[in-house]
């Protein structure tokens, strides 16, 4: 049987609540006390329940991650896999444990506040923000601790980790025209998501930096999925001029674009570039292999845990922002257009 209070309390002599606050450390016991009763907790070998522990700490040693909903995130996406992977490296090192839910009604704030009313959870992490996101203010309101991987649009006075998403789609842009290019496509992720919208920037400031025209049926906003890259670049190659790059927001609308092309016998990096964002591992091993923005994204992981689990403990914050630029990695799938080739 494990060792109680009671037990203790009728070893040393003393109540059950001075055994209590003996062992939380608490000031109104004197130091001879304390000393007893925790030397003799160690000799029965007591251990605290967690409830007890969280008590006297006043934390859960809990964080929460919510998924947007299922539909927008899913487990099975390479980048959320490998940033989970971040957030769950530093988070147990430091003791601490992940509760992930997802959000299956859709009503993100009721799943929120059933968190925040439970006090079972001492911070969150949010993911996917929004150019307008209630979830931010939801927790901005109630004062909890919270980290964002992404910005919003307006005020963004709160801790948060993201990358410079337009720096990355003008490195791409810039590569795609020094090769010779000049009518360039661009599939993107759903605006209404920061880090889309960002992007989307990037290469409406890429095209205008190098006096190209802008021409509303190259853009395609378009979901995450290869299904939905492969449907989108079916559309611009139907086109009576269709485009000699495709620029893709994340690597997966770009596999499936690249999909396309090869269906109708195009050569990638040759007939058609097509370019990636996030370098995924299929990246390097699509064939041919994808040109893409590199993200670190378990890296990003425990970037944002690191930053939540010192807010939480009080611990110094050295930035509040901290803002990554990404990098261009150049492989198969970019190359001049035929008509810049050298015969």
Avoid: W
């Avoid at 996917?128 to 309101?141: A, F, G, K, Y």
Wanted: charged residues 25%.
């Amino acid at each position: 049987m494990p060792v109680t209070l009671k037990d203790i309390a009728e070893r040393v002599g003393k109540s059950v609540p001075t055994v209590s606050r003996a062992l939380g450390d608490f000031g109104d016991i004197s130091p001879e006390t304390r000393r007893e009763v925790q030397r003799v907790a160690r000799e029965m070998g007591y251990e605290p329940s967690a409830t007890a522990r969280s008590l006297q700490k006043r934390r859960t040693d809990n964080i929460t991650l919510i998924l947007p909903t299922a539909k927008n995130l899913r487990f099975s996406d390479p980048f959320f896999s490998e940033f989970l992977a971040g957030v769950v490296e530093h988070t147990v090192q430091r003791g601490f444990q992940l509760s992930i839910s997802t959000d299956v009604g859709g009503d993100e704030r009721q799943a929120y506040l059933k968190q925040i009313r439970s006090r079972r959870t001492d911070g969150f992490i949010v993911m996917r923000t929004q150019r307008q996101d209630s979830r931010i203010d939801l927790l901005r309101e109630h004062d909890v601790p919270f980290v964002a991987f992404g910005r919003v649009e307006g005020d963004n006075d709160f801790y948060l980790v993201d990358e410079d998403g337009a720096y990355g789609i003008r490195q791409v842009v810039d590569h795609l025209v020094a090769l010779g290019h000049v009518r360039l496509a661009c599939i993107t992720e759903p605006t209404h998501f920061t880090k889309a919208f960002h992007r989307l920037q990037g290469y409406l400031e890429g095209v205008e930096a190098h006096n190209l025209p802008y021409e509303p049926q190259l853009v395609i906003q378009a979901n995450y999925r290869r299904r939905s890259g492969r449907m989108s670049a079916s559309r611009l190659l139907d086109l009576p001029e269709p485009p000699t790059a495709i620029i893709a927001c994340n690597d997966l609308l770009a596999l499936g674009a690249m999909g396309e092309a090869q269906a109708r016998g195009l050569e990638i990096g040759r007939d058609i570039s097509i370019t990636g964002f996030d370098d995924i591992l299929l990246a390097e091993y699509a064939h041919p292999s994808l040109t893409t923005v590199h993200q670190p994204a378990q890296e990003f992981g425990v970037m944002v845990a690191q930053m939540l689990l010192k807010i939480i403990h009080k611990e110094v914050v050295e930035e509040k922002q901290v803002i990554v630029k990404p990098l261009l990695v150049v492989r198969q799938s970019s190359g001049p257009p035929r008509t810049h080739r050298v015969s």
